[in-house]
């Protein structure tokens, strides 16, 4: 089975969340067999700042829905979206 690189755009609640202790609650709210690769940031509007993080997942049925789904429960994210898939 091989493994697919996603990257996902986690929007923050507001421009105060602290982005650094978001990343690492996104990490720890990661399913089994998921891992991040890297975590960019693009400033987004009036100070608000999105993370950019790049999931290697599993290519298995299911895709990236188990790590959108953990994401979106983390508290402090607005909204999750992916942006780009690839196969590694």
């Given at each position: 089975?091989?493994?697919?690189?996603?990257?996902?755009?986690v929007?923050?609640q507001?421009?105060?969340?602290?982005?650094?202790?978001?990343?690492q609650?996104?990490e720890?709210?990661?399913?089994?067999?998921?891992?991040?690769?890297n975590?960019?940031?693009?400033?987004?509007a009036?100070?608000?700042?999105?993370?950019?993080?790049?999931?290697?997942?599993?290519d298995?049925?299911?895709?990236?829905?188990?790590v959108?789904?953990?994401?979106?429960?983390?508290?402090?994210?607005?909204?999750?979206?992916?942006?780009?898939?690839?196969?590694?």
């Open positions: 089975m091989g493994k697919v690189a996603a990257k996902m755009k929007m923050p507001s421009p105060e969340i602290d982005l650094d202790e978001l990343q609650k996104l720890e709210s990661l399913p089994g067999g998921a891992e991040i690769r975590v960019e940031r693009d400033d987004v009036f100070g608000l700042v999105a993370l950019l993080p790049m999931v290697v997942v599993p298995d049925a299911g895709g990236t829905e188990a959108e789904e953990a994401f979106s429960g983390v508290e402090g994210v607005e909204s999750v979206k992916v942006e780009e898939v690839g196969r590694l």
